[in-house]
């Protein structure tokens, strides 16, 4: 079994509820786990109890003013699609040293689309998104170990 034929089961596992499964064929045996997500749960925040001081009368003095700070809208984490390492090994944002960067913050990303490299016992295998959308975070720093399932890219979909 080729390591593109792995990434396929890898791929299939991942979207399905299978829990583990293995295969054995002349070449050797493979043994895929699904890696069980963490529940997180959230508590809501204690409520805050504020007390007011006793009014006093102050000469009237108009309050200073202070220009408004631009507001720079910050990205809605609660819709942002992650995209996840598919192997373990070192994550690269170009293909080759003299080559673009594959993937930024902004870049507008379609299914099938290089978003890093992978390199993996010598061998470097191009990850592609399966999703559309704007890459609005990069989680992994370039030339950086990563595990399976590490959270690499946050992406805003289209």
Request: charged fraction near 25%; proline fraction near 13%.
């Amino acid at each position: 079994m080729d390591l593109k034929q792995i990434h396929e089961l890898i791929k299939i596992i991942n979207k399905s509820n299978i829990g583990e499964i293995s295969i054995e064929d002349k070449d050797g045996k493979v043994t895929i786990k699904q890696k069980e997500e963490p529940v997180v749960t959230v508590a809501a925040p204690a409520p805050q109890v504020y007390t007011t001081a006793p009014q006093q009368t102050l000469p009237s003095t108009p309050p200073p003013t202070a220009p408004a700070a631009p507001a720079t809208p910050a990205p809605k984490a609660d819709n942002l699609i992650t995209i996840k390492s598919p192997m373990i090994g070192t994550f690269y944002r170009r293909p080759s040293p003299d080559k673009p960067i594959l993937a930024e913050i902004g870049t507008e990303i379609t299914p099938g689309k290089v978003v890093c490299i992978i390199e993996a016992m010598k061998l470097f295998n191009e990850i592609e998104s399966e999703i559309s959308g704007t890459i609005v975070k990069i989680l992994v720093d370039d030339a950086s170990p990563v595990e399976y399932d590490q959270p690499l890219f946050l992406v805003e979909p289209a």
